[in-house]
């Protein structure tokens, strides 16, 4: 029965071998001679199991228009959809396969479905609404439709005209309701230019998640509140510092999401109840990476077996099954330098370097 197992082993891993894997890595570069207009050039870096086989420019975008954001692959977390498209953290939609710029306005991504992007605006002077990006037809359009809600949750917003903040409910029709009196004074010392709100996660169509910052910045604590009853639950605290960029949730499943907070990441678990500063990345494809930035960079592990030790940002830590990338960087004193893409060739079981220079961001892995 052993000999059988052995030789079953080594038949799968034969298998798995003679299997070509081919894997895109889609790289956003600065090109340096667009500082103005802060241009951006897009790459497909192609891999044959795990080793790189060359690069294609697919196009350059302008990341600055009339002294406005534009197309910012450097704002908040990027998505791939259907293996060509590229949404930006800020909305933007990006064609990979034909090469052009969808759609350069600006929203909050909910979600993707079927042949659509589902947006929400929530602006001071375009107003709240609902709009949809059909990739059939490639047409952007507000949705007019007062029934469409394709989001959980009820109309709840942060009041910040004075410290501390307050959260109110606003029902149809009726008068403003008061949930918490006392919600936190907000993420400070952000780059923004306003002082974006805290962390807000409905868990369904009455009870949320939000985060409260302490006066000094130095801790958050994560509460849920029924919208229905304005009960207000402590789940758990987290110490922090002031960090450049805001806060960013991820939505794991329906019981758990990721907060993003500088090189932190923060596990948010209502079923549990509890709230963790995670040592390790969520695992993706197997590969977690080390939160923490250490003398000697972040540990990196797959499968929970340490791979690798390297100086990189935790943005650029990307993952698809059996390959993983990096930009490594060296470290000497206050200044950092890129030196080139690191990558994990399965079959060998190493990371390979690759040559690249000037990256802006990694966005993640396609299948080629």
């Known amino acids: 029965m052993r000999l059988l197992n052995v030789l ?22 600065v090109d340096p001679s ?9 790459y497909n870096y192609h891999f044959l199991n795990g080793h790189f086989q060359g690069r294609d420019e697919l196009l350059t975008v302008t990341g600055k228009k009339d002294g ?34 969808l759609f350069d306005g600006r929203a909050n991504l909910i979600r993707c479905s079927n042949d659509s992007a589902i947006y929400y605006t929530n602006d001071i002077f375009k107003g709240k609404f609902y709009s949809v990006y059909n990739f059939k037809t490639n047409t952007y359009a507000e949705v007019k439709n007062l029934l469409f809600k394709p989001k959980l949750g009820q109309d709840v917003e942060f009041d910040k005209t004075a410290l501390p903040y307050k959260l109110n409910l606003y029902p149809a029709s009726k008068p ?5 009196k006392d919600a936190g004074y907000g993420q400070t010392g952000t780059t923004d230019v306003t002082k974006p709100d805290p962390t807000f996660w409905w868990i369904d169509n009455s009870n949320f998640v939000y985060a409260n910052y302490n006066k000094e910045n130095t801790e958050i604590t994560f509460c849920k509140v029924n919208a229905d009853t304005k009960t207000n639950t402590l789940i758990g605290k987290v110490a922090i510092k002031p960090e450049a960029l805001a806060a960013k949730l991820q939505k794991l499943s329906n019981t758990q ?30 590969f977690s990476a080390e939160c923490k930035t250490n003398t000697y960079g972040h540990l990196i592990k797959l499968n929970d077996k340490d791979v690798g030790k390297y100086h990189f940002q935790l943005k650029n830590f990307k993952t698809e099954t059996n390959i993983a990338a990096i930009v490594k960087e060296l470290i000497m004193g206050a200044e950092s330098y890129q030196q080139g893409l690191g990558v994990w060739n399965f079959n060998k079981q190493t990371w390979e370097t690759v040559d690249a220079e000037d990256v802006l961001t990694l966005v993640g892995f396609i299948k080629e």
Do not use: M, W
């Open 8 to 29: 079953f082993f080594v038949i799968s891993c034969n298998y798995f071998f003679a299997q070509d894997v081919k894997n895109g890595l889609i790289v956003v570069h």
């Open 34 to 42: 667009g500082k103005a207009d802060f241009k951006q050039k897009i």
């Open 176 to 180: 403003k309701i008061e949930l918490v």
């Open 257 to 286: 999401a990721l907060v993003y907070l500088g090189a932190k990441q923060i596990l948010i678990d209502v079923s549990a109840n509890t709230v963790t500063d995670l040592l390790f990345t969520s695992p993706s494809n197997g």
């Open 68 to 101: 406005k954001d534009n197309i910012r692959t450097d704002l908040g977390i990027n998505t791939l959809y259907n293996n060509r498209y590229l949404i930006t953290g800020i909305g933007n939609i990006i064609d990979l396969k034909d090469k052009k710029v």
